[in-house]
Structures are given as C-alpha cells and as structure tokens.
C-alpha cells in the first residue's frame, strides 16, 4: 500500500505555517466552496462536477479538489483517464479536464493506480500472512495525517488564477473542521438525504460549521423523492426528517431539492456530464440554480477583491 509520503515526501509539513502557505498558493483563487455532509453517498461529488461544468460552461474558470482521498471519484465521473506523466516538480500540476477544468485528485498522482494511500503507517505493516496488522508504531509525524496530506494539496497545487476551487471533500464533519483550519472558505454546501437521521445529523452540522467560522451558504437535499415512471407523483424514498425546520431555525436556506434521476446515477457511472447530456430536464434545471448561487458567491467575493474595505 502506498503511504502518502510516497506521494510527496519533502517532510516539510508545517503545521503553524500551514495556513499562511495555502493561502499564499491560493491567491489566484477567486472563491473557494467546499462541499461537505455528515453521511456518505448524499451526492457531494456528483454535484461538485455538475456545478463545475455549469460554470465552466457560462465561462467561468473553475479547478476541483477531490478531497475523498482514499475514495477519489471525480475523475471517473469527469470520464477522465489516468495520466502517464505527472507534472510533480514544482508542486502539484492540476489535470485537464473537460471545460476547461482544473482537477486535483489522488489518483492523478504518482501511482495512482496503485492500491489507496495510507496515512499511517502502522496499518501498513502486516503479519507474517500479510492480514492483520501488527502492535501500533509510534505516533506518525503530522505529515502523515488527513490533514496534512490536505494540507500538501491545498499549499502546492498551482491552479493558477481561476474564478472557483471546489473542495469535494470525504463525508464527515471532522473533515470540514479539518479544511476550514487551512483555508478561508467563502461558502459551504451542506448535502443531505431527506430522511430523518440525515436531518439530524445536518443540525448537528449547522452547529459545527458555526463553532468552526465555516459560512454555511446553504443546504442541499438530494434524492427527495423518486420520480417513477407511470406513478404521476413524487414517491418518498425515506421517512421525511424535518431538514425545513433545520434551515429555518438556523437561518440557512434550502439551495435546491434534487429528485432521485436514474439518469443522474448513469451519468455520472459512465463519466459524462449530466447538465450538458440531459440540460433540458428538471433536474439539470434544479443543478443549475445550485450552480448560480455559486456564481453569486464568486461574483460577491470578486467584488470584495475589486473594492477593498478602506
Ligand atoms: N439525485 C440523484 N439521483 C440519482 N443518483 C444520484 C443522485 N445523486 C447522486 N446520485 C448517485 O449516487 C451515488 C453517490 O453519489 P456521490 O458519489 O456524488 O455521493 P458522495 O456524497 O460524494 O459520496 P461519498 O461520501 O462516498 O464521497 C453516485 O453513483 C451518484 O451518481
Ligand atoms: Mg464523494
């Protein structure tokens, strides 16, 4: 198994200088959205390349960040190849992609065919029969955590002046907490299914995006309902959870409600972009009015840059 160091192993993670570093690298950003949920498999990385391409469409200049690093997928949904040569000497060089998008993700990197990366590597050395790991190494240095295989990422990839980085990250709210130590986020999309665990597990991200200073710009439910053929109605796939009365009480709105697509599902497995294959369906409409409250986000932040506070 790879251990990221493989990857990139200068060993010169600084923690206290993290930040400064990638805001340094981040300066040709204009805005940077991060898309996080508590639960897995809500739809963060179907939505992180269909707003990408919407906005690469109108023309906008966007590069994504698959932070799912160990479950990369972006690529796969982008219909992207594995590359052959990795533009590794002077940072990270972001992969082309279509639309113009710039995409930065682990299996794009130096034997990223290779089996996942591991993070420590304690879990790394094996019994004798190769199955089980052995008694706990020492603690690994910082550079071997999530955070600072983000960190890497985040302070060397030169995605040179683009309009929008998109963070895609892995689900779990302890990888916003980790993203938001690094960057200053300028929106959070919180994805969540319509039923009730999801729901309280979005109130309890509400609490910590707060706790944390991540602007929450607003909530996303996806698969609420399927639409079957024959059936003249919206079906419910779980019991409802009150996600209304999450984005009221906390002030946060519901930025669009995504029907279960079985189309959307294609889509994305066969690597083609749904918002240009299938623009004209309700769907496609749903994922382009998420895309422009992103672009408002951008054009409020470009506007801030314009005209700084005096
Ligand atoms: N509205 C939808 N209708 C049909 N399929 C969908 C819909 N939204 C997402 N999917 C499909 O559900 C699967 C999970 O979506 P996706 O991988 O984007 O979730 P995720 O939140 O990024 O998951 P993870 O937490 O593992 O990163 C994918 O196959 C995707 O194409
Ligand atoms: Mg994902």
């Not at 082309?96 to 591991?118: K, T, W």
């Not at 910590?208 to 909530?219: N, S």
């Not at 959870?241 to 999450?246: F, Q, R, S």
Request: aromatic share 4%; glycine share 10%.
């Amino acid at each position: 198994m790879r251990i990221f160091s493989d990857i990139d192993n200068d060993g010169s993670v600084d923690p206290a200088g993290v930040r400064e570093l990638t805001r340094a690298n981040l300066a040709g950003v204009g805005a940077t959205i991060a898309l996080a949920s508590a639960r897995g498999g809500v739809g963060k990385s179907m939505l992180a390349v269909n707003v990408a391409a919407a906005l690469a469409m109108k023309g906008r200049k966007v590069a994504i960040v698959d932070a799912d690093l160990n479950s990369p997928s972006i690529t796969a949904m982008l219909g992207m190849k594995p590359r052959r040569r990795y533009p590794m000497i002077e940072g990270i060089g972001p992969a082309a992609a279509p639309h113009g998008l710039r995409v930065v993700s682990s299996d794009q990197l130096p034997g990223g065919e290779a089996p996942p990366i591991s993070f420590a590597q304690d879990y790394d050395q094996a019994d004798g029969n190769g199955a089980e790991p052995i008694a706990p190494a020492p603690a690994r240095p910082a550079e071997l955590s999530y955070r600072g295989a983000l960190s890497r990422i985040l302070s060397q990839s030169q995605f040179g002046a683009v309009d929008l980085l998109i963070i895609d990250l892995a689900s779990g709210l302890d990888r916003l907490y980790a993203l938001a130590s690094m960057v200053a986020l300028d929106g959070v999309l919180l994805l969540s299914h319509p039923s009730s665990h999801d729901a309280v597990d979005t109130r309890q991200a509400m609490k910590i995006g707060r706790a944390i200073g991540a602007p929450i710009a607003g909530i996303v439910e996806n698969m609420a309902g399927f639409n079957c053929d024959g059936c003249r109605a919206v079906r419910p796939l779980w019991p409802e959870g009150d996600l209304n009365g999450v984005a009221r009480e906390s002030a946060v709105p519901i930025l669009g409600r995504l029907a279960f697509e079985p189309r959307l599902a294609d889509s994305t497995d066969r690597g083609v972009l749904f918002v240009r294959e299938y623009a004209s369906t309700p769907t496609a409409k749903v994922l382009a009015d998420i895309a422009s409250h992103v672009d408002a986000i951008v054009a409020a932040r470009t506007r801030a840059v314009d005209t700084p506070a005096t």
